[in-house]
């Protein structure tokens, strides 16, 4: 006997399946044989459906933004690198101090239990999570929690007492009413500003032909998506990028 097929309503075809980060786990891990501990997660408890809305940015129409783009590199190569470093440096100063984004303040609150004596982490927010009041998971590698902790134990005494209050106040308000504002985000984002200069001489020095080098060092000082990306967002996968250019560069001379 033929099996009866199966008809579908237009409501079940357009129904995306919502699955919980644990059922994805659970799929993709059925072959795996690994004792790994889960800490925690960003995702958990989140349902991912298909976006159904508007648009809300519509696609490019002209390449006005790119003659844009083109029209700036046109005006820098004019100038010396010299220059072009200065420009580069106050730029990142001054999105660094006006733009803010939660994520700066959290690393730096979890980073900051360094100088308290604290060297497992993650072991200590995952006990304290209840009383702190910033509650997310550290999920940056140690590596990157010694590096961070130790600069702010280093500048943390210049900021005052009152940088450590700033970082544990979980409030919307902390942001907006805080004199002190401009001052702790330039002094938190400021190992960026440092690793970012470090990855464009890096890129100068990359390529053989001069012209080349030269090229690579004006786009990444001026790429308005890394300068968002970076002093926006506080995206410190910054780090990685350095070691891994530097990486490249060991492979490139055979060492």
């Known amino acids: 006997n033929a099996k009866p097929d199966t008809i579908e309503t237009e409501e079940q075809k357009e129904e995306p399946e919502v699955q919980t980060a644990d059922i994805r786990n659970q799929k993709y891990a059925k072959n ?43 005006f820098l190569k004019k100038m010396n690198l010299k220059k072009l470093l200065i420009i580069a440096v106050l730029l990142r100063l001054l999105v660094s101090g006006l733009l803010f984004h939660p994520d700066i303040k959290t690393i730096a609150f979890q980073t900051s239990f360094l100088k308290t004596g604290v060297t497992d982490i993650y072991t200590y927010l995952t006990n304290n999570k209840a009383t702190l009041p910033l509650k997310e998971e550290f999920v940056y590698f140690p590596l990157t929690y010694f590096t961070l902790g130790g600069y702010q ?103």
């Open 32 to 74: 795996l044989s690994l004792d790994v501990k889960k800490i925690g997660s960003s995702t958990d408890g989140v349902k991912i459906v298909k976006y159904k809305g508007e648009r809300t940015i519509s696609p490019l129409k002209s390449f006005k933004i790119v003659a844009s783009v083109i029209y700036i590199i046109i």
């Open 153 to 255: 134990a280093i500048v943390s005494p210049l900021l005052g007492n009152g940088f450590d209050k700033w970082l544990a106040d979980g409030s919307a308000n902390s942001v907006v009413n805080n004199p002190n504002i401009f001052k702790y985000l330039i002094a938190l984002k400021l190992p960026l500003i440092l690793v970012d200069i470090a990855i464009a001489y890096l890129l100068l020095g990359f390529f053989v032909d001069r012209k080349k080098g030269e090229l690579a060092f004006e786009l990444w000082l001026f790429n308005p998506f890394t300068i968002i990306l970076i002093y926006a967002f506080s995206n410190i996968d910054l780090y990685a990028v350095l070691l891994t250019l530097i990486a490249f560069l060991l492979i490139k001379q055979e060492k």
